[in-house]
Nanobody, 122 residues
């Protein structure tokens, strides 16, 4: 069982940077793949980025590749999403997720945080 709590979302201007954090509970955090998803109003939730339990492998959606970076600190049970060059279309509720399996498959993730709002104004 893993409990996830996101933080860091806020209103920013286009071109700004923002870092989201996700604190996880549980002694087996390091064995889970971790991911970030987002859901914009009127749209389905979409995969943004994933990182393997070993920290070695990462995967990104094409829409954020080169701008966003996912990382994790297994000693601190925390996963991060560094977002640079933010665009208005990045506006969404961002969710942290955990699961056992491939980090690049959306179906891996079965534990979810409550979400944090990111709003990018033009």
């Amino acid at each position: 069982q893993v409990q996830l709590v996101e933080s860091g979302g806020k209103l920013v201007q286009a071109g700004d940077s923002l870092r989201l954090s996700c604190a996880a509970s549980g002694r087996t955090f390091s064995s889970y793949a971790m991911g970030w998803f987002r859901q914009a109003p009127g749209k389905e939730r979409e995969f943004v980025a994933g990182i393997s339990w070993s920290v070695v492998l990462t995967t990104y959606a094409d829409s954020v590749k080169g701008r966003f970076t996912i990382s994790r600190d297994n000693a601190e049970n925390t996963v991060y999403l560094q977002m640079n060059s933010l665009k208005p279309e990045d506006t969404a509720v961002y969710y942290c997720a955990a699961g056992r399996g491939r980090h690049d498959l959306a179906t891996t993730y079965n534990y979810w945080g409550q979400g944090t709002q990111v709003t990018v104004s033009s």
